[in-house]
């Protein structure tokens, strides 16, 4: 017989995203023997740690499935700038990658980043999203 185990890899993680709210959850309930609220927000925590942990375990998969599926169609620049948007995780790149990070990350002119990121889109490894300025009221 077979039991499912529950996937626990990132709860000091989970912690330490939230420390405010543990601090304050273990300030809050440190003057009373009552540690039902203590009981439910730590339960919380494990469960927001469990979940978290299986986005990773699927986040690596998916990155070892990537790699798999392109070994030889990227350049040095495209697989240097892939590379630093999966060491982000499985949150993601914040802000996005713009022509000018490539630019950044790769070390290279504006135009060679153009032609990269076009081809990644034109591949299909990259989708390209468009953004529209804040229109005020």
């Not at 993680?13 to 543990?22: P, Q, S």
């Not at 300030?27 to 009552?34: R, V």
Request: a positive charge; charged letters at 25%.
């Amino acid at each position: 017989m077979t039991y499912q185990q529950p996937s626990l890899i990132s709860l000091s993680h989970t912690i330490e995203a939230t420390k405010k709210n543990y601090y304050h959850s273990l300030e809050k309930h440190n003057s009373t023997l009552e540690i039902t609220d203590w009981l439910i927000y730590f339960g919380q925590t494990i469960l927001d740690a469990q979940q978290d942990t299986l986005k990773r375990i699927d986040f690596l998969l998916e990155k070892t499935k990537f790699f798999d599926r392109n070994p030889h169609q990227l350049n040095e620049r495209q697989l240097k700038v892939i590379k630093r948007l999966f060491e982000e995780g499985h949150k993601g790149f914040k802000g996005g990658l713009s022509a000018n990070n490539y630019v950044r990350i790769a070390k290279t002119s504006a135009s060679t980043a153009t032609r990269d990121l076009k081809e990644l889109v034109e591949k299909q490894i990259f989708l390209r999203e468009f953004s529209y300025p804040c229109l005020g009221t």
